[in-house]
């Protein structure tokens, strides 16, 4: 006896829910004018959004019920990124509702081959969280030349033979490779002219296929954070504190210039995101890299070197402005250790003036520790290098 696909498709959602403890939460985002509003307007089936004018029409997050079948998800839009003044913010927000999301949709424009915001925001969501079910949807396909000729239940994409068919699965290969994701995880539509035209809509159906099949991953990644409230969040963030000290410096047991310091930002950078996410913030390494800015001018500015080797005893006595191992395991140290004080407060965004003092008295600390962190990172360099140095 063969299964209904709508019955499967409300038993897959009401088992995801069951699991969940919510309606499951898609979250829709994309750059501006990639045709996300078209795009909900036809799940929907009615217009929440205005389209088709010059403005970008989605200024604030909704978030509306989305029907199919018997059951229901809830699926939330929220304004586009890429506009210069406010991509930042605006990322950083849709970051923010990730954690509570269980798929994600990253809707990009056809026939746009702009995507190198698309790349970075997809890549960030594979550091932040590699389980995470994140689709890339190809919206608005019918606008590859020529234009007119748009018959969506004549399109065969598996043989492309018309000149539409060749341009479309052509920049689909690119999408995909240029965001790296899976051909399983890009789906190509076109939402029609109107929430209400159905002759011109293409893989709406499989679109919604692909995402109830992303539930049962969605609800096995929501159990794994939900495990991570039973963990101690201090304890876990000091010891990947302490692990990356230890790394800082055997990278620098051959003390390195301060304008040579990349390897060593990157770890910074990497363990402030790993520590946001224990305290339930998603965070990309470019805020991370923003929050490290007043570090990076205390301890790499040109300008500011001399007042910081009178800030931070020690550093002066590197010749040349140099950071060896005795410098750079206690600066990570300091780094790790003050954020994480920030972060269990839920401040994820302290004053220059609050992290240069906390990280004052820190560094102090971590200073006091530094010949454990040399002895440790002594030895992880030697059993890397076969006991040579």
Request: proline share 4%; with cysteine.
């Amino acid at each position: 006896m063969s299964v209904n696909p709508i019955d499967e498709q409300d038993r897959v959602i009401q088992e995801a829910e069951k699991h969940l403890g919510e309606k499951p939460r898609i979250v829709v985002c994309g750059k501006t004018g990639a045709g996300k509003s078209s795009l909900i307007n036809a799940l929907l089936g009615r217009e929440v959004n205005r389209v088709g004018h010059s403005e970008p029409t989605t200024q604030e997050e909704q978030e509306e019920a989305w029907t199919l079948g018997e059951s229901s998800l809830r699926i939330l839009d929220v304004p586009g990124f890429g506009e210069a003044d406010k991509h930042q913010d605006r990322l950083d927000f849709i970051f923010g509702q990730l954690s509570s999301s269980h798929v994600g949709l990253l809707v990009v424009g056809a026939p746009d081959r702009a995507w190198e915001y698309e790349r970075q925001f997809a890549q960030s969501v594979a550091e932040v969280d590699s389980e995470f079910p994140l689709l890339v949807v190809g919206n608005r396909i019918d606008m590859f030349n020529p234009v007119r000729d748009w018959n969506p239940e004549a399109l065969n994409l598996s043989s492309p033979s018309t000149q539409k068919e060749k341009s479309i699965t052509e920049w689909a290969a690119a999408l995909r490779n240029a965001c790296g994701v899976d051909e399983n995880r890009l789906i190509l539509t076109s939402a029609g002219e109107s929430f209400d035209d159905v002759q011109g809509r293409y893989g709406l159906d499989n679109l919604a296929r692909v995402v109830v099949e992303s539930l049962p991953a969605a609800v096995k990644n929501a159990a794994a954070r939900a495990l991570r409230v039973d963990v101690d969040k201090r304890d876990l963030a000091e010891k990947l504190i302490w692990g990356a000290s230890v790394t800082a410096a055997a990278i620098a047991l051959t003390p390195i210039p301060l304008a040579d310091c990349i390897p060593l930002a990157g770890l910074q950078i990497g363990l402030i995101v790993k520590i946001a996410d224990i305290y339930g913030k998603v965070m990309t390494r470019e805020t991370a890299f923003n929050l490290l800015s007043p570090v990076a001018a205390s301890f790499m500015g040109r300008m500011a070197l001399a007042s910081l080797l009178d800030f931070f005893p020690g550093i002066g006595s590197i010749a040349g402005g140099l950071i060896g191992a005795s410098i750079a395991g206690p600066m990570t140290y300091a780094i790790g250790m003050t954020y994480l004080e920030f972060f269990a407060r839920d401040n994820f965004k302290p004053s220059v003036e609050e992290v240069q003092e906390l990280l004052k008295t820190n560094y102090k600390e971590a200073r006091e520790q530094r010949h454990k962190m040399e002895e440790e990172a002594r030895a992880e360099r030697e059993s890397k290098h076969g006991g040579t140095n």
